[in-house]
């Protein structure tokens, strides 16, 4: 089953090789070391229509692209393009596209054409910006379960680097998830405390204070996570970061997910025990509310994370 909405028929362009073309006509060779072994590292952003401003606004597009030099750097790739390149392809693909709604964009830097498993050039690249409007669980929320298998090892494959071959392990956790009939999975690392979910990072509350696993445990090192920590504060809510415990999963008074794709998505229980009454909490509530106004524009002191598509 496929649950990625397909929105091919919406989109006129994408971008490959820093050149605008049809969708079916980015190509990629079957021998490229980016598919033959998974020598790809990727970005995902949200970009959120304000209907006042009638504009587009990409969501802390400066700290992915850090993320980004970061994970390209560990792969080694050759020369890559400059992130001035990649964020003038963003906007040509946005504004190419002519989208007015909330759209996700996809920018994969691959090791392209013929070579070995150490191959680090050719190097290609591609952004795909499709419409994605918010997950329906962001008002309900779901529960989750404790994954069987561990978040993968630093010293095997650093979650840290945004690279798609770490997605096995992501995949391996969503569909025995998936198979209990859980909403998501939580992964543990291989000391045993919490690190992450398959797509998005967590925080749960524990006497009134959100706590989400330090950089150290085993994490993407989330922009939305890193996020919430900063303005948490200014929404009256206290946030810190440090290692988690299984078994405070099961005592937490609230608990959500984040990420980009899932923006704040409550989770109302951990392996069939509840968290709280069940329902999404007050304070997460609070902290969707004040993401919402920040990531469209409408919380001026924020202003400074978001890079508007039209009116620039
Ligand atoms: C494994 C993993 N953790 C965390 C996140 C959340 O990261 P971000 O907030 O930067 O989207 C993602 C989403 O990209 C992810 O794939």
Known sequence: MNTTVDSRAQIKFVSQNNQLVPYADAKISIMAPG????????????AYWNEEKQDLFIFRLEEHMRRLEFSMDLLELDNPPSIETFTNDILATLKANAFREDT???????????????????????????????????????????????????????????????YLNSRMAGLEAKRQGAGGAILLNEDGT??????????????????????????????????????????GVETVERTVGRTELYLAEEAFYCGT??????????????????????????????????VRGRNASYDDWLTPVYND
């Open 194 to 235: 919490v690190s992450e979910g398959p797509g998005g990072c967590l925080f749960i509350m524990r006497d009134g204070v959100f706590i989400t696993p330090d950089v150290t445990s085993g994490i993407l090192e989330s922009v939305t996570r890193r996020t919430i920590l900063e303005f948490a504060a200014s929404a």
């Open 104 to 166: 996700y964009i996809r920018l994969q830097v691959y090791v392209d054409d013929w070579g070995s498993m150490l191959a680090t050039g050719p190097v290609g690249s591609s952004v795909i910006c499709r419409p994605r409007p918010r997950v329906t669980d962001f008002s309900t929320g779901k529960q989750f379960v404790v994954s069987s298998w561990r978040r993968n090892a630093e010293n095997a494959s650093p979650p840290r680097i945004k690279a798609a071959a770490n």
């Open 261 to 294: 794709g899932q923006e704040i998505m409550p989770i109302t229980g951990f392996d069939g025990r509840l968290v709280g009454d069940g329902a999404p909490g007050p304070a997460t509530r609070k902290l969707q509310a004040a993401f919402d106004e920040i």
């Open 35 to 46: 598919l033959t072994f998974g020598a790809l590292v990727f970005e995902g952003y949200r």
